[in-house]
């Protein structure tokens, strides 16, 4: 064989053959339509550069974005019974629970942990809405009354992140009761003298609403976080009016007094640093 067979061929074979592109280097805002390099999505903190529209962000993602880099610990959380009630649909509750942990990597739609934001000491609740839509089953139950158990043992103040579709209805009235359960909880930080805030993301609904996600001292929420109770639809039939635009949005509930300020996720974490340390000034060294 000649050297064009034996060199040339392979190279030039090399040179022009297709070669394998991920195909998750390019996402499209579904606000905007406009594309983002997956790089510039990632520093963004999942923030379109185009139109800012804030995209969804997982349990797992908040914890990174809040504290500071290297500086907190999740905790394992208690386990609830698996499938209290052995209900079925169209498949068995079991099975969606396998493939919900299969798909986040989660025990449930909860993740609790402890560490610095801003250089103070608090213990932060994020919600997974990949889980089962976030839905708050007794494995979210027994994740906020730990959260809250470690911001007292821990003094220091308690952060949820909120984002759910509302009530497990695989676990019926043990659902429910995660309700009361949860403000339980809420009221221990409280009683403790310890700031419980909130920060409402895109969606939270139903039974969150209802119960510990507007209970904060402080409400924070994303900019364009659907937040209400009942689907605007079934509103608009019961009350026979049509709603106004944007309702349920994080800027109208800001504009009639529901929530205390909507912040860019870029200006979060500064954001919950400065709210901190203005509400545990008891923190400060004595001046002199």
């Not at 449930?108 to 103070?120: F, P, S, Y």
């Not at 106004?244 to 919950?272: C, N, S, W």
């Amino acid at each position: 064989m000649s050297w064009l067979t034996e060199f040339v061929r392979p190279k030039i074979r090399t040179l022009f053959a297709k070669r394998e592109v991920p195909d998750n280097l390019w996402h499209q805002c579904p606000a905007c339509q406009q594309m983002i390099f997956h790089r510039d999505l990632v520093s963004g903190l999942k923030v379109c550069g185009h139109c800012g529209h804030h995209m969804r962000g997982s349990a797992t993602e908040r914890l990174a974005w809040t504290f500071d880099e290297g500086s907190f610990t999740r905790i394992e959380l208690p386990k609830a019974n698996a499938d209290p009630l052995r209900f079925r649909d169209t498949k068995r509750y079991t099975d969606r629970l396998k493939e919900a942990r299969d798909k986040t990597h989660l025990d449930d739609a909860i993740v609790v942990a402890h560490g610095l934001i801003g250089g103070r000491k608090a213990v932060v609740a994020a919600m997974e809405f990949n889980f089962i839509g976030g839905s708050m089953g007794a494995a979210v139950g027994n994740g906020l009354v730990a959260a809250a158990q470690l911001a007292v043992l821990q003094d220091a103040p308690l952060v949820v992140f909120t984002a759910s579709g509302g009530a497990r209805m695989q676990e019926g009235a043990i659902s429910l009761m995660q309700m009361p359960r949860s403000i339980i909880a809420t009221r221990l930080v409280k009683d403790a003298g310890l700031p419980y805030i909130v920060v409402l993301t895109d969606p939270t609904t139903g039974g969150v609403t209802a119960s510990f996600a507007m209970l904060g001292d402080i409400q924070i929420a994303e900019p364009g976080a659907l937040i209400g109770f009942a689907g605007a639809r079934v509103i608009e039939q019961t009350v026979r009016e049509k709603l106004p635009e944007g309702f349920q949005r994080a800027e109208y509930l800001l504009e009639h007094g529901i929530i205390d300020m909507v912040v860019k996720r870029t200006d979060l974490k500064a954001t919950l640093a400065r709210i901190i340390g203005l509400l545990r000034v008891r923190d400060l060294p004595a001046a002199a």
